[in-house]
């Protein structure tokens, strides 16, 4: 079986929380509300997210995908399991997402540099994660005041899951924004690049574990002090929250480009049928189920960053076979 094809048992799910979208549950579950359904979703919204990001991005190459589905109305393309190479990093997207079920993967990064062994990244694609322990409820919070706008995360730790249609939805227009950033706001990349996945921990992952595919490195990744960022969105299922954002060097103003993607998703909600006004966009506020009190979000992990097998633009990967690669990038990051 591919690493990430369909296997979902859904006699059981007597809830009306359901999307039957004939695409839909091909990929993903009917519901995701209980713990084990919302992380198969997380799971699967890695490979779809970052297979938009790798193709609209230029990163790999078109014999890397092929055409798929996420609903009846959106079409996408994903890494396509019969190229080897493509195969090989879904597989490491299924092993994030082995983490993602344990509570043990805090954020997994696409990490651009002009050159391999830079110290700064140029652009940086990061899915950060947040777990509820009690599934649908928000995370307890603090009735401690703060006098700062909360970051977005901190609005993610705060959400309460509203069902599976809005999951879906979540992703929907995600993925429609990864399209426009890439194809309508970013400067276009160098000719040469180097890029490859990195991964976090949470505190509650043992110190000895690895997930399988990643190599050991002390170091995570830098960006500028001036770069640029924006929102691309946030999943909120039954046990999981995720926030996608972009870094780089090639957004001129986080504000322009933000505003850029807020107005092309209400234009994408209305189209759809969909509610655009729920994106976490770091320039303009939104405040969703949240209250007038902010949880914590987790804590910079401990352990050791990994890096895996090094994705380069041609399509070649970097033979790790005998050694790990050593990340040239210091784990205290500067985000502005």
């Given at each position: 079986?591919?690493?990430?094809?369909?296997?979902?048992?859904?006699?059981?799910?007597?809830?009306?929380?359901?999307?039957?979208?004939?695409?839909?549950?091909?990929?993903?579950?009917?519901?995701?509300?209980?713990?084990?359904?919302?992380?198969?979703?997380?799971?699967?919204?890695?490979?779809?997210?970052?297979?938009?990001?790798?193709?609209?991005?230029?990163?790999?190459?078109?014999?890397?995908?092929?055409?798929?589905?996420?609903?009846?109305?959106?079409?996408?393309?994903?890494?396509c399991?019969k190229?080897?190479?493509?195969?090989?990093?879904?597989?490491?997207?299924?092993?994030?997402?082995?983490?993602?079920?344990?509570?043990?993967?805090?954020?997994?990064?696409?990490?651009?540099?002009?050159?391999?062994?830079?110290?700064?990244?140029?652009?940086?694609y990061?899915?950060?994660?947040?777990?509820?322990?009690?599934?649908?409820?928000?995370?307890?919070?603090?009735?401690k005041?703060?006098?700062?706008?909360?970051?977005?995360?901190?609005?993610?730790?705060?959400?309460?899951?509203?069902?599976?249609?809005?999951?879906?939805?979540?992703?929907?227009?995600?993925?429609?924004?990864?399209?426009?950033?890439?194809?309508?706001?970013?400067?276009?990349?160098?000719?040469?690049?180097?890029?490859?996945?990195?991964?976090?921990?949470?505190?509650?992952?043992?110190?000895?574990?690895?997930?399988?595919?990643?190599?050991?490195?002390s170091?995570?990744?830098?960006?500028?002090?001036?770069?640029?960022?924006?929102?691309?969105?946030?999943?909120?299922?039954?046990?999981?929250?995720?926030?996608?954002?972009?870094?780089?060097?090639?957004?001129?103003?986080?504000?322009?480009?933000?505003?850029?993607l807020?107005?092309?998703?209400?234009?994408?909600?209305?189209?759809?049928?969909?509610?655009?006004?729920g994106?976490?966009?770091?320039?303009?506020?939104?405040?969703?189920?949240?209250?007038?009190?902010?949880?914590?979000?987790?804590?910079?992990?401990?352990?050791?960053?990994?890096?895996?097998?090094?994705?380069?633009?041609?399509?070649?990967?970097?033979?790790?076979?005998?050694?790990?690669?050593?990340?040239?990038?210091?784990?205290?990051?500067?985000?502005?």
């Open positions: 079986m591919a690493p990430l094809e369909a296997a979902y048992n859904e006699s059981i799910n007597k809830s009306l929380d359901v999307v039957t979208d004939s695409k839909w549950v091909k990929m993903f579950p009917q519901c995701v509300a209980d713990a084990d359904k919302s992380s198969n979703f997380m799971t699967r919204a890695l490979y779809v997210g970052f297979s938009a990001i790798l193709s609209k991005r230029g990163v790999l190459g078109p014999e890397f995908f092929s055409k798929n589905h996420i609903t009846e109305k959106l079409k996408c393309m994903s890494l399991f190229n080897p190479k493509a195969l090989q990093i879904s597989q490491l997207l299924k092993n994030a997402g082995d983490a993602i079920k344990k509570g043990y993967l805090k954020e997994i990064s696409l990490v651009i540099t002009e050159n391999e062994g830079d110290v700064d990244a140029i652009e940086v990061s899915f950060k994660f947040h777990y509820f322990k009690n599934g649908g409820v928000a995370a307890q919070l603090s009735t005041v703060k006098t700062d706008e909360p970051s977005p995360f901190e609005k993610l730790t705060e959400l309460d899951y509203q069902g599976t249609e809005t999951v879906r939805n979540q992703l929907v227009m995600m993925t429609r924004s990864i399209s426009h950033i890439c194809e309508k706001v970013l400067e276009p990349l160098p000719n040469e690049f180097d890029a490859n996945f990195r991964i976090d921990y949470t505190d509650e992952a043992p110190l000895n574990y690895r997930i399988e595919g990643f190599f050991d490195s170091t995570f990744y830098t960006l500028p002090n001036d770069i640029q960022s924006a929102t691309l969105g946030h999943l909120r299922p039954g046990y999981h929250a995720s926030l996608l954002d972009v870094s780089s060097i090639f957004i001129p103003d986080t504000y322009a480009a933000e505003l850029s807020k107005r092309h998703a209400e234009k994408t909600a209305e189209k759809l049928g969909y509610t655009a006004d994106i976490l966009y770091k320039s303009f506020s939104f405040d969703g189920n949240a209250s007038n009190t902010t949880s914590d979000a987790n804590s910079l992990a401990s352990s050791t960053t990994l890096t895996p097998t090094v994705v380069k633009k041609n399509g070649k990967k970097s033979d790790h076979s005998s050694s790990a690669r050593v990340a040239p990038y210091s784990k205290g990051r500067s985000r502005k």
